[in-house]
Nanobody, 123 residues
């Protein structure tokens, strides 16, 4: 499956952004799907994951970010509200076939990555 993100841009603290990830070559209904991010000088961090086990969020984004997928299972989104400066990062959508991972928020288990989209949050 090929993943392509869009929607990254500049935003102000307290603002909102929606990132999208379009899948081609396959639909996402047989995958665990996730969003990761990598802030400057830091490692890649799992932000949210949707799998047969449910919907998970990193503590740092709970209550502010929402992962969703469309009915056709070919577009996933990340709605980001109440943005903070610490949310500045390159955001990646990701997928791994169901059953091929232990933790879908751990990058080592991910098989497919998008190219990344930059989000910069400033005051």
């Amino acid at each position: 499956v090929r993943l392509v993100e869009s929607g990254g841009k500049f935003a102000q603290v307290g603002g909102s952004l929606t990132l999208s990830c379009a899948a081609s070559g396959d639909t996402l209904d047989d995958y665990a799907i996730a969003w990761f991010r990598q802030a400057p000088g830091k490692g890649r961090e799992g932000v949210s994951c949707l799998s047969t086990s449910g919907l998970e969020y990193a503590d740092s984004v709970k209550g502010r970010f929402t992962l969703a997928v469309n009915d056709a299972w070919n577009i996933m989104t990340l709605q980001m509200n109440d943005l903070k400066a610490d949310d500045t990062a390159v955001y990646y959508c990701a997928a791994v076939p169901e059953g091929d991972y232990n933790d879908c928020l751990e990058e080592d288990y991910i098989d497919y990555w998008g190219q990344g989209t930059q989000v910069k949050v400033s005051s």
